[in-house]
T-cell receptor
Framework: RKEVEQDPGPFNVPEGATVAFNCTYSNSASQSFFWYRQDCRKEPKLLMSVYSSGNEDGRFTAQLNRASQYISLLIRDSKLSDSATYLCVVHSGGSNYKLTFGKGTLLTVNP | DADVTQTPRNRITKTGKRIMLECSQTKGHDRMYWYRQDPGLGLRLIYYSFDVKDINKGEISDGYSVSRQAQAKFSLSLESAIPNQTALYFC????????????FGPGTRLTVT
């Protein structure tokens, strides 16, 4: 099982659609979880952290299921500007620092 | 001005040449990282440094070396470039605490012919 595995995509959705991205991780000791966004040919930027209780930021909702080692990102009412690659990122925690990035899922929102 | 800068932004070099990629940050962070990104492979960690006297290998350090000249500067060298080192290279920084947000530079697109 790969350390961090995401939906391969790409996703093509119309404006206003709801889209969900899924991610699984293999290290049960992982402590912190994030979604990053990367625009074409640009650097990745933090979109949101993911907490056990789930968290919401406007149209974006992130969920974590530790038992299933599963992370999700839901985008409601998609905008053209949401078109990007979404990276699932996992921190293994402890003194052996390591951030592991998923390969990313490309989202294109169409008018 | 950008908080994390990388030079050069684009570079084409030939096999066997030595090349250095430089990274500077004004965020005052102790931790700095070098990643490479390849299509279909995602971001992979090359080296990281938690302070000026600390250098650690990442998952793909072979063929690379680094130097942490100061808190704000972290450079990546390819001693003898080879074509499979063609990639997009990112520098990143974070504050102390491994679960803190990482801030990325704009990237260096390196092509080795």
């Amino acid at each position: 099982r790969k350390e961090v595995e995401q939906d391969p995509g790409p996703f093509n959705v119309p404006e206003g659609a709801t889209v969900a991205f899924n991610c699984t991780y293999s290290n049960s000791a992982s402590q912190s979880f994030f979604w990053y966004r990367q625009d074409c040919r640009k650097e990745p930027k933090l979109l949101m952290s993911v907490y056990s209780s789930g968290n919401e930021d406007g149209r974006f909702t992130a969920q974590l299921n530790r038992a299933s080692q599963y992370i999700s990102l839901l985008i409601r009412d998609s905008k053209l500007s949401d078109s990007a690659t979404y990276l699932c990122v996992v921190h293994s925690g402890g003194s052996n620092y390591k951030l592991t990035f998923g390969k990313g899922t490309l989202l294109t929102v169409n008018p | 001005d950008a908080d994390v800068t990388q030079t050069p932004r684009n570079r084409i070099t030939k096999t066997g040449k030595r090349i250095m990629l430089e990274c500077s940050q004004t965020k005052g962070h102790d931790r700095m990282y070098w990643y490479r990104q390849d299509p279909g492979l995602g971001l992979r960690l090359i080296y990281y440094s938690f302070d000026v006297k600390d250098i650690n290998k990442g998952e793909i350090s072979d063929g690379y070396s680094v130097s942490r000249q100061a808190q704000a500067k972290f450079s990546l060298s390819l001693e003898s470039a080879i074509p499979n080192q063609t990639a997009l290279y990112f520098c990143a920084t974070s504050s102390t605490g491994g679960d803190r947000e990482q801030y990325f530079g704009p990237g260096t697109r390196l092509t080795v012919t």
